[in-house]
T-cell receptor, first 112, second 114 residues
Framework: SQQGEEDPQALSIQEGENATMNCSYK?????LQWYRQNSGRGLVHLIL?????REKHSGRLRVTLDTSKKSSSLLITASRAADTASYFC????????????FGQGTTLQVKP | EPEVTQTPSHQVTQMGQEVILRCVPI?????FYWYRQILGQKVEFLVS????????KSEIFDDQFSVERPDGSNFTLKIRSTKLEDSAMYFC????????????FGPGTRLTVL
């Protein structure tokens, strides 16, 4: 079955540094989405990248997608303490129902 | 900005009791989902719902679970006889076009089964 796997599982950086998180998946996709989750809270949608796109930007976020390697990366530039959260990638696995398959997530800690 | 809402935010129940978790998806969305997240684990798909019927369900979604859209706005998840292992955060999500558009999640209901 398809799984999204994030790497690293945990990341600790200083405020102002960049944070890069990677995600790998196993099957073909229509799109890949990144979500953020603050501890014990809901999932906040960050960005969606379609299978025919290679890179997308949104503010301090940059997402890349390499469908040949079945991988994606999320870069957060100039990180802030408020970026501290868990980050998940989710793929739809070409499902026509749109169900999302989530990875285990990367826990990011940004130290002030 | 439209958002998905869920009630209650926290539900505590005794094992064997029935619970109903409620969601109000974004009003013009057509596809609805339930996911769950056991503490410390990843988010897992439970069920998708479109055109008033289940379109896909996972192995987790057994006969103890059911979903309903009783009116034009609410979307509910019922667990008939709760078990300890049903303790988790339950998220509702909706989207306008499955597989194409962003899936928006509600804030979740934390279910604690004692």
């Amino acid at each position: 079955s398809q799984q999204g796997e994030e790497d690293p599982q945990a990341l600790s950086i200083q405020e102002g540094e960049n944070a890069t998180m990677n995600c790998s998946y196993k099957t073909s996709i229509n799109n890949l989405q990144w979500y953020r989750q603050n501890s014990g809270r809901g999932l906040v949608h960050l960005i969606l990248i379609r299978s025919n796109e290679r890179e997308k930007h949104s503010g301090r976020l940059r997402v890349t997608l390499d469908t040949s390697k079945k991988s994606s990366s999320l870069l957060i530039t100039a990180s802030r303490a408020a970026d501290t959260a868990s980050y998940f990638c989710a793929t739809d696995g070409s499902s026509n129902t749109g169900k999302l398959i989530f990875g285990q997530g990367t826990t990011l800690q940004v130290k002030p | 900005e439209p958002e998905v809402t869920q009630t209650p935010s926290h539900q505590v129940t005794q094992m064997g009791q029935e619970v109903i978790l409620r969601c109000v998806p974004i009003s013009n969305h057509l596809y609805f989902y339930w996911y769950r997240q056991i503490l410390g684990q990843k988010v897992e798909f439970l069920v998708s719902f479109y055109n008033n019927e289940i379109s896909e369900k996972s192995e987790i979604f057994d006969d103890q679970f059911s979903v309903e859209r009783p009116d034009g706005s609410n979307f509910t998840l019922k667990i008939r006889s709760t078990k300890l292992e049903d303790s988790a955060m339950y998220f509702c999500a909706s989207t306008g076009l499955a597989g194409r558009n962003t899936q928006y999640f509600g804030p979740g209901t934390r279910l604690t089964v004692l």
